[in-house]
């Protein structure tokens, strides 16, 4: 993908997150966060797992909270210590760039593996990864969590500390990306978070 097509793809994406967000804001002066989430049909649920030994973290989007397939489970080139230092901004933009060499097209989330950029440095790859006990185990345990972060507890691994919120996709222009933006009118997180999914083609 050439980097012009690139920044068109981004710059509407992010000019959809800031209108929405604007609204969301402006509707939100005088209420709870609860009533003004969006219709659940219209959300995604997305959950960033931190590992406390020091593993990749992993970035589930499901679409809803009971969910028990994701539409995509990643394992990305991020540790917990490294994740807990981007926060501290305030605004993370995270963008996943698959290639494609293949005339038939999957759908674009099914890809198996991604270059991962987080606010315009690159990281390395992330890899769709499959849903395991110790994943089920999890999600599971996240089950009744529409929105919140904390600390799962585990003997065997030291346990895992969590990000999870509703995400609303954003619509880019193109098939070949999708975009999701954390809700958070209350600012109860205080994070402006955003992860691009791209794909481009190669002739």
């Not at 397939?69 to 990305?76: A, G, K, V, Y």
């Amino acid at each position: 993908m050439e980097d012009s097509h690139l920044q068109v793809i981004l710059l509407n994406a992010f000019c959809q997150i800031k209108d929405f967000f604007s609204q969301c804001n402006q509707a939100c002066q005088t209420i709870f966060m609860s009533q003004c989430l969006p219709d659940a049909a219209t959300t995604f649920t997305g959950t960033i797992i931190c590992p406390v030994n020091g593993e990749q973290l992993r970035l589930c989007i499901q679409e809803d909270s009971s969910s028990s397939s994701p539409l995509i489970f990643l394992d990305i080139p991020l540790s917990t210590s490294s994740f807990s230092s981007l926060i501290r901004y305030g605004t993370i933009r995270m963008v996943l760039e698959c290639m494609s060499e293949s005339k038939e097209e999957l759908p674009l989330l099914s890809m198996p593996k991604w270059v991962m950029y987080c606010n315009g440095q690159k990281m390395g790859f992330a890899r769709k990864r499959e849903v395991d006990r110790k994943d089920a185990w999890l999600l599971e345990m996240l089950r009744s969590v529409s929105a919140g972060a904390g600390v799962l507890p585990d003997k065997d691994s030291g346990g895992y500390k969590y990000l999870r919120g509703q995400f609303q996709p954003v619509a880019t222009g193109s098939d070949n990306s999708e975009a999701y933006h954390l809700i958070d009118p209350s600012s109860c997180f205080g994070q402006d978070l955003s992860v691009f999914f791209l794909r481009s083609t190669t002739m």
